[in-house]
């Protein structure tokens, strides 16, 4: 008798049909494993290795029933035991600060594409901004035994990496130096390209330039500071306390911040952005004004170019920053690197409209 299901009325069958492909207690089939395989070819499991491994020593036509038994089975290689040869798992890790922010979109496929070159496998998560989740990611990674890892910084304590570093796992830092330890770090001129962004604002007759950026613990908004009040300083204006305002890229902050510069008896004529976000809020905030407002931004956003007036902005190349750090990973894991290096690139303006507004009053 099979039991009856009180609220249908239907008899409930069991389903036996795939049974005995099936783990006691698991609702999933068991791996095919290389003993399979040379059950269902008829041959040794050493000639299954071989074929599997690309070996030579194996007849085409006994070449053609291994594979037809493999794909048959769904057979894929363990390469666990492989690893435990040799040492390298054929993997990277990578430590982004927000999977959902567009720059660090190309970042991270320039760093697959090198990986991919090398034969390695890309593994990335994100760290939120928060310094115990990067360490937590980066930790986890690493006991998964992946040969190098790339990370984007969210704490200023690197130190929780030197036994990993000691044994082995090659790393370099991207966008941001690590904290309190020696080792590669590939980035963008935050400095030198706010101080070019601000100095063309000035140069189109701006005195009273607001700035908004991320939270001043991180180097490159820090960075981007720093650039641009050495262009105010080199212009002889002095800066005003309420002309800048550094914190958490959220809309609701960088809107109250914009609009706090933008009212009063002498508000700002223009705004030097500090990343991205912080653009994205600014361009809204300046397409509610009846005034024109000047706007630079650094980093480049998506149709910045089909804006009214286009976005004028310090771009970095976030692609190059990726694979230049992949590449000197794998030079590191291949033994052509000595001593660690800072690596900076360079940034470009873009000039499309929105920073060559000249004051309105």
């Known amino acids: 008798m099979h039991p009856v299901d009180d609220r249908t009325g239907r008899r409930i069958v069991p389903d036996t049909s795939r049974r005995a492909d099936r783990l006691p207690g698991s609702r999933y089939g068991t791996r095919p494993t290389m003993k399979d395989v040379a059950a269902r070819a008829g041959v040794g499991l050493k000639t299954v290795s071989r074929v599997v491994n690309g070996e030579p020593g194996v007849t085409p036509d006994t070449e ?12 894929r290689r363990n390469d666990s035991a492989r690893v435990l040869r040799k040492g390298r798992t054929a993997s990277i890790g990578l430590v ?13 496929r320039a760093v697959e594409e090198v990986a991919r070159a090398h034969g390695a496998l890309l593994i990335n998560g994100s760290s939120a901004e928060d310094p115990e989740r990067e360490q ?3 930790l986890a990674l690493c006991a998964r035994r992946v040969d190098g890892l790339v990370v984007i910084p969210a704490g200023d304590d690197h130190r929780y990496l030197e036994p990993e570093i000691r044994a082995g796992v090659a790393t370099v830092f991207v966008d941001r130096p690590a904290g309190k330890i020696d080792a590669d770090v590939v980035l963008s001129d935050s400095y030198g390209g706010a101080r070019d962004g601000v100095a063309h604002l000035i140069a189109h007759g701006h005195r009273r330039i607001g700035f908004i950026g991320d939270m001043p613990h991180i180097h490159t908004a ?14 002889g ?16 902050r960088v809107r109250r911040a914009a609009e706090e510069m933008l009212s009063g008896p002498d508000p700002i004529t223009a705004i030097f952005a500090g990343n991205n976000r912080v ?34 902005v310090v771009a970095q190349d976030a692609a190059l920053l990726g694979r230049t750090a992949a590449e000197r990973l794998f030079r590191q894991l291949d033994g052509t690197l000595l001593a660690p290096e800072r690596i900076e690139l360079p940034t470009r303006l873009i000039t499309r409209g929105s920073g060559e507004l000249p004051p309105a009053d």
């Open 136 to 138: 937590e990611l980066a």
């Open 64 to 75: 053609r029933r291994v594979q037809e038994a493999i794909d048959a089975l769904g057979f």
């Open 237 to 252: 204006i002095a800066v005003e306390e309420a002309w800048t305002s550094l914190g958490v890229t959220d809309p609701e």
């Open 96 to 108: 982004l600060e927000d999977l959902a922010d567009p720059f660090y979109g190309p970042l991270s």
């Open 279 to 312: 653009s994205v809020t600014v361009i809204r905030v300046l397409a509610e004004l009846a005034r024109p407002v000047a706007l630079v931004g650094f980093d480049d956003i998506e149709l910045a170019d089909l804006l009214h007036p286009g976005l004028t």
């Open 222 to 235: 820090a960075e981007r500071l720093r650039g641009y009040q050495a262009a105010m300083e080199d212009a």
